[in-house]
């Protein structure tokens, strides 16, 4: 049964987070009056990329981006196998660690400050996402993401804050408008293309095809405040994943973008504000 | 699976009064939209696969324009947009301009016009486009690109 999970995550994500983009591209473009791209058009840039030639900047990038590669892939499965949510805070964290080495290894200065802007990216929504896994732990006494998806309510009665803190600090992980300071998946923008300024051809596709499986992989975790015991609720929260993708569409193409501090003040506000009073709420309750 | 589906572009301003780059910005406007046929502006030669030059050589841009060409990998497609880009234009008599964009790096498409045509340069787009998947094949079969012959 694991490895049936395994299968269906590394062979149906990247369909998923593919067909995810294109419609977030067909939005983004009839935001601002365009017919946009086809639906396919990221599997097309895909396919394109891998036909390229890399330039390679050094060897130790290749490394660094395949690191990054291998450890979504891992975290995704791991949480789909219903593993330790922790595990997968952590190993999500490494992956991102092993980018901003693959961009900081390259002798560009876009590629420098995007590298270290994600590390404030990353303080800014870390702390958020660790909450989140222990008022998991607290409204269902578990880790386990299998334990938690059995339990007999939606987690997110419990944690309605917790629910609002990670719809925020998903902005800042897929990329969107406001906290897209790092990279930003719009043609011709920040700092020419901050952390994937150096990366091209198949090393760019590789780098494209992870950031698809760690998008389902955090939808994936918006579904699990919403899933219970009943068949149906899986349903409920395949539906909420697709609202809370084209919420963040919506997000990207209504809002300008913010500085550094800007982003991390709100995030950790938001944060102390919806999670902290969450937390401590279901800590007096339970 | 075509590598012409997703052509990325490039845009690079030699020396040109403007005009041409207003009218390169205007195709990726609501009016032609090139983005429809998958063509993004990407403003990174790295991720680029067509080279959009306006404007002329100049004894300053000769080096840039090299560079941004070197920094391209293959397949690549340089499209020289206007009269200026195709053969210096207005300013050929000038001292400092060396002449069209062909006088440093290999162009493959010509694009005329003093301002080009949005529609034309689409034109242009699309024939450097179909040249794209030809040099793709050419890479395939063995042959080394014309752009690392001469490194």
């Not at chain 1, 396919?47 to 050094?58: A, D, G, I, R, T």
């Not at chain 1, 975290?75 to 190993?91: E, R």
């Not at chain 2, 040109?16 to 990174?44: H, K, Q, W």
């Not at chain 2, 034109?123 to 690392?148: E, F, H, I, N």
Request: include cysteine; proline fraction near 4%; charged fraction near 15%.
């Amino acid at each position: 049964m694991g490895i049936l999970k395994i299968a269906l995550y590394l062979i149906l994500a990247p369909f998923i987070g593919g067909l995810l983009a294109g419609i977030d591209r067909k939005i983004g473009a009839r935001f601002q009056g365009r017919q946009g791209p086809p639906l396919l058009q990221p599997f097309y840039d895909l396919f394109k990329l891998f036909e390229k030639q890399s330039l390679v900047v050094n060897g130790v990038q290749d490394f660094f981006v395949g690191g990054y590669f291998i450890f979504v892939l891992f975290t995704g499965c791991l949480f789909f196998i219903g593993g330790d949510l922790l595990l997968v805070c952590f190993a999500l964290t490494l992956a991102e660690v092993f980018l901003m080495m693959a961009a900081c290894s390259a002798n560009s200065p876009y590629s420098a400050m995007g590298s270290q802007r994600e590390l404030l990216q990353m303080m800014a929504y870390e702390p958020m996402l660790l909450l989140t896994a222990i008022g998991f732990y607290i409204a269902t006494g578990s880790f386990m993401v299998e334990d938690i998806a059995r339990s007999n309510v939606s987690p997110i009665v419990y944690l309605p804050g917790m629910f609002f803190g990670f719809l925020y600090i998903l902005t800042i992980k897929f990329r969107k408008s406001p906290f897209d300071i790092s990279t930003s998946h719009h043609a011709h923008q920040e700092m020419v293309k901050g952390i994937t300024t150096e990366l091209s051809g198949n090393i760019l596709a590789l780098v494209e095809l992870a950031v698809w499986y760690e998008d389902v992989l955090l939808l994936g975790m918006i579904g699990l405040f919403i899933v219970n015991m009943k068949w149906w609720s899986f349903l409920i929260a395949a539906a909420v994943c697709l609202i809370a993708y084209i919420l963040e569409t919506f997000v990207d193409n209504l809002f300008p973008r913010v500085k550094w501090d800007s982003m991390l003040k709100s995030t950790w506000l938001v944060t102390l504000v919806a999670g902290g009073v969450n937390l401590l709420i279901l800590t007096l309750v339970r | 699976m075509n590598i012409s589906k997703s052509p990325w572009l490039l845009h690079y301003d030699g020396s040109s009064c403007n005009g041409c780059d207003i009218e390169v910005l205007a195709c990726t406007t609501p009016v032609y939209d090139v983005e429809r046929f998958g063509v993004v502006n990407t403003g990174n030669p790295k991720h680029a696969d067509i080279f959009l030059i306006t404007g002329g050589i100049n004894s300053q841009n000769r080096e840039v324009v090299k560079q941004l060409y070197s920094q391209m990998p293959d397949p690549k497609v340089v499209v020289a947009v206007g009269i200026c880009a195709c053969d210096g234009g207005i300013f050929k008599e000038c001292y400092n301009i060396l002449g069209g964009v062909d006088t440093v790096i290999p162009v493959d498409i010509y694009v005329p016009g003093c301002a080009a045509k949005p529609e034309s340069i689409i034109d242009g787009v699309v024939k450097a486009v179909a040249l794209l998947d030809k040099k793709r094949a050419a890479m395939k079969a063995g042959k080394t690109p014309a752009s690392q012959k001469e490194e």
